[in-house]
């Protein structure tokens, strides 16, 4: 069983930065494909960014191309989300989560998830 524990929410004004981390419980967090997803009120859960085991492919939404940047540190089990510029329409709860088997965008194929870290900005 993995548990995933994100931080680093929090509110900031449009154009400001804000760096999410998720933790990772055990000693297999480098066999996991890792992703970020979010979610706003009324809407369906949403891919946000996603990276390999190794970090050695990352994939992005549209929408936050060039804005947020995903990373992992497999020695400290946790792996990040950086996002400058933030603008009033990324406003969500932001989760991560684990998936054993490959690097995708649907929510449906990961396996285990994080409670969420809320992100609100404001304009």
């Known amino acids: 069983q993995v548990q995933l524990v994100e931080s680093g929410g929090g509110l900031v004004q449009a154009g400001g930065s804000l760096r999410l981390s998720c933790a990772s419980s055990?000693?297999?967090?480098?066999?996991?494909?890792m992703g970020w997803f979010r979610q706003a009120p009324g809407k369906e859960r949403e891919f946000v960014a996603a990276?390999?085991?190794?970090?050695?492919?990352?994939y992005y939404a549209d929408s936050v191309k060039g804005r947020f940047t995903i990373s992992r540190d497999n020695a400290k089990n946790t792996v990040y989300l950086q996002m400058n510029s933030l603008k009033p329409e990324d406003t969500a709860v932001y989760y991560c989560?684990?998936?054993?088997?490959?690097?995708?965008?649907?929510?449906?194929?990961?396996?285990?998830w994080g409670q969420g870290t809320q992100v609100t900005v404001s304009s």
């Open positions: 989560a684990a998936d054993e088997t490959a690097l995708g965008r649907r929510p449906g194929q990961y396996d285990y």
């Open positions: 055990g000693r297999t967090f480098r066999t996991y494909a």
């Open positions: 990276i390999s085991r190794s970090a050695g492919y990352t």
